[in-house]
């Protein structure tokens, strides 16, 4: 492994018409979770959440017949100004981790999105092109 392998950073931001509670208490419902956590074409079919620190989340996305499992361990709740988590899947190194912070703001809340360590650049733009989607999805939620 490279220093450049480790040192690869993505951070997707944007602004959303919701409360910094509403935004982050959604990356914790399962339910939830399963209407936004899929950027794309792909579906969530099954998602849990232990929402404690220390606790694990699972997200299969489903991409047409290939499920595609998406783990992590909660490594700190502070609601509701940040989220960490890592981010275990096919296309991520095991000690990948995602900030998110919630930060009101004129037109409502920018959440910015962190993610650390890839295995690629090409990885890395996978991921943006992923997470960029995601937080479009996010931004369409109703109630």
């Not at 914790?28 to 989340?57: H, N, Q, W, Y």
Request: hydrophobic residues 30%; negative net charge.
């Amino acid at each position: 492994m490279t220093a450049t392998e480790t040192d690869l950073t993505l951070t997707v931001e944007r602004v959303i018409d919701a409360t910094p509670e509403r935004l982050f208490d959604a990356w914790l419902d399962p339910e939830t979770m399963k209407r936004f956590i899929c950027p794309g074409e792909t579906v969530v079919p099954s998602a849990s959440s232990d929402a404690v620190e220390g606790g694990r989340f699972e997200v299969i996305m489903r991409n047409g017949d290939k499920d595609l499992p998406h783990t992590g361990t909660y490594r700190e709740i502070d609601r509701p100004n940040r989220l960490v988590f890592t981010w275990e899947s096919h296309a991520s190194r095991d000690d990948s981790e995602v900030t998110i912070t919630f930060t009101p703001g004129p037109g409502g809340t920018r959440v910015e999105l962190t993610q650390v360590r890839f295995v690629s650049e090409e990885q890395r733009e996978g991921h943006r092109w992923g997470w960029t989607g995601i937080l479009e999805k996010l931004s369409q939620l109703d109630g």
